[in-house]
Nanobody, 124 residues
Framework: QVQLVESGGGLVQAGGSLRLSCAVS????????LGWFRQAPGKEREFVAS????????NYAASVEGRFTCSRDDATNTAHLQMNALRTEDTAVYYC?????????????????WGQGTQVTVSS
């Protein structure tokens, strides 16, 4: 069973930065594609960013392009989401997700494993 644990969420002022991490318990971490999603109250879960096996391909939602950067460290089985220039509309619970042999997938249904989420709150 693959487990994912997010960390790094918190409260930040608009314009600030946060770095989310996702620790993945998988013996063959490098064959997993990873995704980041978020869900605000009363809204559906939406795609934020994704990274393929070996980090070859990345995709970003238009709303975060140029502000967020996703990465992976296959030596430590960890994914990261660096979030800069945060806006109040970025406030949500952020989830990481994983799927074996996935490319940089963008739909929640593409992923098999999910973390519990971490709250990000951006104040004005």
């Amino acid at each position: 069973q693959v487990q994912l644990v997010e960390s790094g969420g918190g409260l930040v002022q608009a314009g600030g930065s946060l770095r989310l991490s996702c620790a993945v318990s998988a013996r063959t971490f490098n064959i997993y594609g990873l995704g980041w999603f978020r869900q605000a109250p009363g809204k559906e879960r939406e795609f934020v960013a994704s990274i393929s096996m070996y980090g070859i391909q990345k995709n970003y939602a238009a709303s975060v392009e140029g502000r967020f950067t996703c990465s992976r460290d296959d030596a430590t089985n960890t994914a990261h989401l660096q979030m800069n220039a945060l806006r109040t509309e970025d406030t949500a619970v952020y989830y990481c997700a994983a799927k074996r042999y996935a490319q940089a997938a963008m739909a929640p249904s593409d992923y098999d494993y999910w973390g519990q989420g971490t709250q990000v709150t951006v104040s004005s």
